[in-house]
């Protein structure tokens, strides 16, 4: 098992995961500009996932099937990245989990969050 850094990391890059991570496996990429995960390094912890205010990371076996394209789009990404090991702001375009959501129900998407998603 791993975790995955989906979608709605994309233009936000809230970096709280990072600073929970014991392992360093974030790595940042610019195109679409978020992190990802180096699924061979994440021991599954689940430290990153309730530290994440937008609910973008999700245990592979939990992921919502509106973002398995993430999972590989994460392995074949986090190499040509940047391993980002300390927190620091979140991106100008960062969004609220609220706006997230509403987005999606907007697109008719119904997306269960993470069982370990902070309330």
């Known amino acids: ?18 600073v929970e ?14 992190l990802v995960i180096d699924p061979d390094t994440c ?10 205010p937008v609910n973008a990371i999700w245990p592979d076996h939990e992921l919502p099937e509106a973002f398995a394209e993430w999972e590989q789009q994460n392995a074949d990404t986090w ?4 391993n980002f090991t300390e927190g620091g702001d979140p991106l ?3 969004k609220l989990l609220e706006e997230i959501q509403e987005e999606e129900q907007a697109a008719g ?8 998603a902070a309330d």
């Open 109 to 116: 998407l119904d997306i269960t969050e993470p069982s370990k």
């Open 92 to 94: 100008d375009t960062a």
């Open 21 to 34: 991570c014991p392992v360093a496996c974030f790595w940042e990429i610019k195109d679409p500009h978020m």
């Open 1 to 18: 098992m791993t975790h995955v850094v989906t979608g709605r990391c994309v233009d936000c890059r809230y970096t709280y995961c990072v």
């Open 43 to 52: 021991i599954d912890c689940e430290a990153c996932i309730p530290a994440c």
């Open 79 to 82: 190499e040509g990245g940047e």
